[in-house]
């Protein structure tokens, strides 16, 4: 990369950093800082890694059993990007109590959003300043801020952006680098980008196994090479086996699959489909509210650039160049995925297929429910493509008027774009802002005696879908904040365990290091069991012997 480059993409990456700041503010990127993680799914990704935190190693290091005692479970199940947690692990003994790399992880998704966008543009948009321009976009997309600190994992977009980047780059021919070399070297790129997909979120890993199957496919029809296809899947699929395997992955006795398929699917006007973050576009109703994990809105600023891109593009027969091929494809057959069994449009159901006789496909397909995220490949496609067209160096050529009239237009859609996004991204950033601390849940002093004994290790939940959500939190804080574990978590997957079933029997063989937990709701199960009990808090405590 030329210094002039390099300079184009380190602006790019500053970009990203002054946008996150605009968005969130710095405060999101103290350690010590969580109101902002504390209900819904945020709290599931810190809470996690707080039980992960003070689980004792090993040998599979992603392993906890803090949080379903006395069995292990993957940290990947409490989406806490793996990655992260097991690396700040290593430095707990240095860490304060209360500590979140949530928001330094959302500002380095930032930084790569504008970094790797900038990287592809490159391929296509020779004027840098054009470049940055249309690398603005990128890091605005809603798709991508919206999934920041609600899934900070699944934020991770960067990661599609180096598959993409790869999948075009692959076909590049390097000067004074012999054919098996650069093979080998494209080997281990992807092998490299399987490790992180694994590392960071399960839905990352089959999205990128798309691109990859593309990207082979082009291999092997451009460079008539079998092998040198398949080497680059097989280097994605070990590689990415590896992190799952040592994370504990297929070690966790969890449900591979979850309901939902074709609930969560995309609908056909996703790209259109504002969900809030328009100024000018009307809302459009899904056919189902589990759609919204499909939400892929582009914005009426890039909406506007696809259709005069698509003009040019039909203008052109773009469609002939072999690489424009390979990225249709990969545009419909990704589409297609997402759509899932019931493909809609709008409020509409236009047609669903069974897959019930099915079993093995349908079970595959049910690891990856929310297809709807699916569409992010084509979204992506559809800016880089649009970007491409507009911006491609026979047609900016600075001796012709086309240059002016493409940055006008590109400036105009921008402001267009800002404007039009401006409620989404302003209730998102306010949202985290002004986040309130959790609500104290376990006030009574029993709480602070019972941890001060240092007599109790463990927490039992008689039922623990009796409680509310912000209930489960707040045990799971408390246990980790004092040495304790609990036997049941929100997980991402269902439990294949009979956790109820287990604790009733633990209760009914009470250990004197254990705590039960009852919601008054069962107070009818008391006399089961021959336990202390004290009510505080709306709770029912069990323990073996009276407290001193």
């Known amino acids: ?10 602006a790019a ?43 004792p190693w090993q040998p599979m290091v992603g392993m906890m059993n803090t949080a379903d005692h006395p069995y292990s479970v993957s940290v990947i199940f409490t989406d806490s990007i793996p990655l992260c947690a097991v690396f700040f692990k290593l430095f707990r003994a240095f ?47 809603p798709a991508f801020v919206r999934r920041v600190f609600w899934h900070t994992a699944v934020s991770s977009h960067w990661i599609i952006l180096l598959a993409l980047y790869l999948f075009l780059s692959d076909a590049d021919r390097v000067q004074g680098v012999s054919a098996k070399k650069r093979t080998l070297m494209i080997a281990l790129r992807w092998g490299l980008t399987g490790v992180l997909c694994a590392s960071v979120h399960i839905y990352l890993l089959g999205i990128c196994a798309f691109i990859i199957v593309f990207s082979a496919l082009r291999t092997w029809y451009e460079q008539r090479g079998l092998l ?64 919204t994990e499909g939400f892929s809105y582009l914005g009426l ?9 698509l003009y040019a593009g039909i203008r052109k027969k773009i469609w002939e160049r072999p690489a424009v091929g390979f990225g249709i494809g990969l545009f419909v057959f990704s589409l297609l995925f997402s759509l899932s069994t019931e493909v809609s449009a709008g409020r509409h159901l236009l047609w669903m297929y069974d897959i019930g006789s099915a079993g093995f496909i349908r079970s595959a397909w049910e690891v990856f429910r929310s297809t709807g995220r699916f569409a992010w490949i084509p979204m992506y496609l559809l800016i880089f493509g649009a970007f491409a067209v507009l911006g491609q160096e026979n047609v900016l050529n600075t001796k012709t008027s086309m240059e002016k009239i493409v940055m006008v ?28 601390p959790a609500m104290e849940v376990l006030d009574a002093p029993i709480w602070e005696e019972l941890a ?31 040495g304790m ?64």
Request: with cysteine; aromatic share 16%; hydrophobic share 45%.
């Open 1 to 10: 990369m030329k210094l002039k480059g390099r300079v184009v993409t380190i």
């Open 13 to 55: 990456g500053l970009m990203g950093l002054m946008i996150f700041i605009l968005i969130f503010g710095p405060k999101v990127l103290l350690p010590f800082y969580t109101d902002f993680l504390t209900e819904g799914d945020p709290g599931q990704h810190y809470y996690g890694w707080l039980l992960f935190r003070e689980a």
């Open 228 to 291: 040198r296809a398949l080497l680059i899947i097989v280097s994605f699929g070990t590689a990415s086996v590896f992190p799952l395997w040592i994370l504990g992955g297929f070690s966790s006795g969890m449900s591979s699959g979850a309901p939902g398929l074709g609930y969560y699917s995309f609908n056909l006007l996703g790209f259109f489909i504002p969900e809030r973050w328009s100024l000018f576009m009307p809302e459009i109703p899904y056919y189902a509210e589990g759609q």
């Open 301 to 309: 600023g890039l909406i506007v650039l696809v259709f005069a891109a």
């Open 95 to 141: 860490l304060p109590k209360t500590f979140q790399y949530f928001g330094l992880w959302g500002l380095f998704c930032f930084v790569m959003q504008g970094i790797l966008s900038e990287r592809i543009l490159a391929r296509y948009v020779k004027n840098p300043v054009l470049r940055l321009i249309d690398t603005s976009f990128l890091i605005f997309i």
């Open 485 to 548: 574990t609990i036997n049941d978590f929100n997980f991402a997957r269902a439990f294949d365990l009979h956790t109820r079933e287990i604790a009733e029997d633990s209760a009914r063989h009470p250990s004197e290091d254990t705590i039960y937990i009852f919601t008054m709701a069962q107070q009818n199960m008391l006399d089961n069991f021959e336990l202390t009990y004290y009510a505080y808090d709306g709770y029912f405590i069990g323990l073996k012997e009276c407290k001193d």
């Open 409 to 436: 237009l590109t400036i105009s859609c921008l402001v267009l774009q800002i404007v039009d996004l401006y409620p989404g991204i302003s209730d998102k950033g306010r949202s985290i802002r002004e986040a309130q």
């Open 452 to 482: 001060e004994s240092g007599k109790y290790r463990h927490i039992v939940f008689m039922n623990k879908d009796l409680l509310m959500q912000n209930e489960q939190y707040a045990f799971a804080n408390y246990a980790a904040m004092n």
